[in-house]
């Protein structure tokens, strides 16, 4: 059973149809993929049927943009019930924080000689519901001023960099809450990823566990080098937390995170979906 259990698309940030998505998973010689796209749903409906036909198992998930002191902290739930109104209230307030923040980026970037409009970003966007700096990107790349998405974050749109405009994300421990009221299981993605380690310490993550149930971490995750694997791996392991693994696949958006790069174990993929039926969640299909 190859699982992996982390995977964006055209919804959010990736560049695959729903549809694509699947139909790429299916050539990567996988047997299940969770989709997990940003602060939304939208794409589950069309990854589950495409899924039906090709005879690959989707889990229907979703990357929360939280944050814990001043840090982003991307939490994913998997199985919620999409129609679970605290939930659907908080994504509502994540994306409308997504498109808020437009115009302050595209001002920034213009007062760097960089032009390109609010609407241009939102076409790029397309479908997705939810608008980023990946989209922003998009557009710097249409328009010749950066090579690809990569060389965007570095020089632009990254965190410290001129052209970055933080946005609302929810406290970590009421992303949690509001997962588990929408029947889902609780998963921090690449918790050490991006120079997060310094935040989400053992005694932090063993309060998530012990306050509000935090279910499981991503260990195996392109952000994290061997030695952080391991050393994540066993301290899952001494908290009692389901320990998984995935490509965080974005289709063109991001190199080096091919489908299947990392997989999920079948025992840790079954404790998931176990928890899922316990709680009256969305199974996978
Ligand atoms: P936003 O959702 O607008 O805060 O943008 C964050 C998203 O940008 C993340 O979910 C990643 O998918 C993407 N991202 C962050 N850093 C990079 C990078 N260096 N290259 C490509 N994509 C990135
Ligand atoms: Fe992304
Ligand atoms: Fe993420
Ligand atoms: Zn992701």
Redesign the pocket.
Known sequence: MRIDLHT?SAT??GTDTPTGLVLAAVAAGLDVIALTD?DTFDGIPEAQEAGRRAGLEVLGGI?L?CEHDGR?V?LIGYGCDPSASPLLDELVRLRAG?AGRLQAMVDRLAALGLRLTVDEVLAKAGVSP?????H??DVLVDKGYVA???E???DY??DGRPGFVP?YSTPLGRGIDLLHRAHGVAVIAHPWG?GNREVMTAPYLESLVRSHGLEGIEVDHQDHDPETRSLLFAMGGRLGLIRTGSS?Y?GR??TDHDLGCNLTRPSAYRDIVRRIGERGGELPR
């Not at 939810?130 to 990946?134: E, F, H, I």
């Open positions: 964006h959010s940030d940003h990357e943009s982003p991307h997504r939810s608008v980023g700096r990946p922003v990107a690809d998405r990569a965007a974050f570095r749109l990254a946005r991006r965080d974005h958006g991001k």
